[in-house]
């Protein structure tokens, strides 16, 4: 499949199961976070974003927590489903200064669901 | 539809040949973006335009130049291709460069350099 040799951080749930991916993030002047899903031969999707102002915000099944104290987002996916098969990656960005819209990515994680 | 779109999806080229890449993006949007996608599924941005103007440079070996005809449009050519080029190139587009905006991406160029 796709993901032999990648090496990426795996999770592999049952369908019906919670999932949480976790990401941490390097830059603590980060202002806004982003989670995108990638399915196979497609580009990344919006799946939803946090500003650094907040520690929680919650979706259409998805939520996204921020720990800026020790620089972690995680992304918890409810009643994870076979179509949320996919590689998931955090974003960071930074408002103002010279960042123009620099969004920085994590290494991905490859999300498997089981029917 | 709305969207980002590129062309072509699929590119297979020998060495030393040079190529481009298109991207169209009708969101409105004043921002356009070229990431390359490695093997190992690393993204990492190479330009940005804003209004047709270059904003950044990531270190790109100059063998790469984007232009950017309008708003709308981003194109990437690439000069004597090498095998290290070959990833998946994808163009994204935001409504602007505040740094607090959602990026939108199209569905990617997959170039393989022989």
């Known amino acids: 499949g796709e993901s032999v040799g990648l090496h990426l951080p795996t999770l592999s749930v049952q369908e019906g199961d919670n999932s949480i991916i976790n990401c941490a993030y390097s830059?603590?002047?980060?202002?806004?976070f982003i989670w995108y899903k990638q399915e196979s031969g497609k580009g990344p999707q919006f799946i939803i974003d946090?500003?650094?102002?907040?520690d929680k915000r919650q979706g259409q099944r998805v939520t996204v927590l921020l720990n800026k104290t020790v620089k972690h987002l995680s992304l918890q996916i409810a009643a994870t489903q076979p179509g949320d098969s996919a590689v998931y990656f955090c974003?960071?960005?930074?408002?103002?200064?010279?960042?123009?819209?620099?969004?920085?990515f994590g290494q991905g994680t490859i999300l498997t669901v089981h029917p | 539809d709305t969207a980002v779109s590129q062309t072509p999806k699929y590119l297979v080229t020998q060495m030393g040949n040079d190529k481009s890449i298109k991207c169209e993006q009708n969101?409105?949007?004043?921002?356009m973006y070229w990431y390359k996608q490695d093997s190992k599924k690393f993204l990492k941005i190479m330009f940005s335009?804003?209004?047709?103007?270059?904003?950044i440079n990531e270190t790109v070996p100059n063998r790469f130049s984007p232009k950017s005809p309008d708003k709308a449009h981003l194109n990437l050519h690439i000069n004597s291709l090498e095998l290290g080029d070959s990833a998946v190139y994808f163009c994204?587009?935001?409504?602007?460069?505040?740094?607090?905006?959602?990026?939108?991406f199209g569905p990617g160029t997959r170039l393989l350099v022989l």
């Open positions: 994204a587009s935001s409504q602007e460069t505040s740094g607090l905006e959602t990026q939108y």
């Open positions: 830059n603590s002047a980060s202002d806004y």
């Open positions: 946090i500003r650094s102002n907040m």
């Open positions: 974003a960071e960005n930074r408002a103002g200064g010279t960042s123009y819209g620099k969004l920085t």
């Open positions: 969101l409105g949007h004043d921002t």
């Open positions: 335009y804003n209004n047709k103007e270059l904003i």
